[in-house]
């Protein structure tokens, strides 16, 4: 069955152990598979070494702080042209817009001014037509009364002169003198009227044209204003562009600090990881060192390590004395879920790992008087895990890998305790088994 033997001597002098701290003379721990072959001098050297470069580390991220700060004062500058510039933009492009409106507002009213004068032009036209009627009616009138005159004289073969002579009496030169008396007066009273209206017409022609001459004036005036306005609008528009490349320029300036910041910000992080595994290095040696103190304690305190080949005893197999078994337990008229170790003498004693694992509980806070107090959980892996309770100290943290054999805590009487002693637990998928299925009792 289980072949009891001693593995391990750890005896050796306190001058020795002594001076295997103070000298860093190498010290094995555990003899199961990790061999720390360093000493602790070696191990402060790391550590030292490593926290120099740390310090360095916060230097660089310091320097680059400041550079950061430089770039963002930069982008701040950048940022505050591009609201100016925007705001320019802005102004300029109101500006051009209500040129804009003056621009098509003069050309309303050149195009109003054109109608005007095709109106006017039209009515010279049409007087012009009037007059040419009225000539030509003139020069009917004339020819009509030369007919007149042809017809009551010239064609008798005689002349007015004749005809007035001829007269058989007085009273016929009256009537004939009357006779072409009125046909004259009617007719110059006719022919003046025709020239009147001619006149009439001709001078009213004379008002359009000058009509004419004053809108086309006015036109003049309103084109010269328009490319006033034009050449203005013209200039906004290059100063709008300037102002865009400037807002671009700036806008190039500002996604350029944007990048030199993130980049400087990721030489950050790179060093801050850096930093990291320097500091996760450092605590791997500090835990060495703890081991190597823990380990030359061991064997300051001549603790005898006691397995049965695949269990390890959790204490020096000096302290063997059951105070309470596995089981039903009439004291506490219940069941107790391990095994309580409590010789005299046993306060403060090294607690071993039964076997190798990771470190699941490691409570340092306890409320006296109740549970555990401080205690570790190991995980073995396959379901299995050990309980170390009542500790007065607990040497491991959450998540540590241990060796079969290492110190983790030491033996007190924190919690539901009446005096100094280990309660031992192995457990599968959580439920306590009798320990003494797995560990043998040393003696
Ligand atoms: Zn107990």
Redesign the pocket.
């Known amino acids: 069955m289980k072949r009891k033997k001693i593995k391990k001597f750890l005896k050796a002098t306190s001058f020795a152990v002594i001076f295997a701290i103070c000298c860093g003379i190498i010290i094995q721990p555990t003899e199961n598979n990790v061999v720390h072959s360093v000493t602790t001098s070696e191990l402060e050297e790391k550590i030292n070494e490593l926290k120099k470069q740390n310090e360095d580390l916060d230097n660089q991220i310091s320097q680059i702080d400041a550079d950061i700060a430089d770039s963002q004062e930069l982008q701040n500058l950048a940022y505050q042209k591009l609201v100016n510039q925007k705001e320019e933009i802005d102004y300029l492009n109101n500006q051009i817009y209500y040129k804009e409106q003056d621009i098509s507002d003069k050309q309303k009213a050149i195009e109003d001014l054109d109608d005007s004068i095709k109106l006017k032009e039209a009515e010279i036209e049409d007087k012009k037509q009037q007059i040419a009627d009225l000539e030509q009616q003139n020069k009917e009138n004339i020819y009509k009364f030369g007919q007149i005159i042809r017809v009551m004289y010239i064609t008798s073969n005689e002349d007015v002169f004749s005809v007035l002579m001829g007269s058989q009496d007085f009273n016929d030169l009256l009537i004939r003198t009357e006779l072409m008396k009125n046909i004259g007066e009617q007719n110059e009273r006719f022919m003046n009227e025709l020239l009147a209206s001619i006149d009439d017409l001709e001078e009213k022609n004379r008002q359009l044209a000058d009509n004419i001459v004053q809108l086309q004036a006015e036109q003049k005036k309103l084109e010269e204003e328009k490319a006033e306005l034009e050449a203005e609008k013209a200039d906004l528009e290059t100063k709008c562009a300037e102002s865009k490349t400037l807002q671009a320029q700036y806008n190039s300036d500002y996604n350029t600090y944007s990048t030199q910041i993130a980049d400087f910000e990721a030489k950050q992080d790179n060093l801050e990881y850096q930093k990291k595994l320097n500091a996760s290095e450092v605590a791997d040696y500090e835990e060495q060192i703890q081991e190597l103190i823990r380990a030359a304690q061991a064997a300051a305190s001549g603790d005898v390590i006691y397995d049965n080949g695949e269990w390890l005893w959790p204490l020096s197999s000096k302290y063997h004395l059951i105070t309470?078994y596995f089981g039903y337990d009439s004291w506490r008229n219940g069941n107790?879920?391990?095994?309580?170790v409590g010789n005299s003498g046993i306060n403060g004693a090294n607690i071993y790992a039964s076997k190798g694992g990771e470190v699941i509980v490691a409570k340092q806070s306890y409320v006296p008087g109740y549970s555990y107090g401080k205690y570790v959980v190991i995980d073995h892996g396959d379901g299995y895990s050990t309980l170390y309770?009542?500790c007065s100290e607990v040497y491991v943290s959450v998540g540590q890998k241990v060796n079969q054999g290492e110190i983790i805590a030491a033996v007190g009487s924190t919690g539901w305790s009446t005096g100094p002693?280990l309660?031992f637990e192995v457990r599968i998928n959580g439920v306590p088994q009798n320990p003494f299925n797995y560990v043998s009792l040393p003696g």
């Open positions: 309470t107790h879920s391990g095994i309580d309770g009542h002693h309660h």
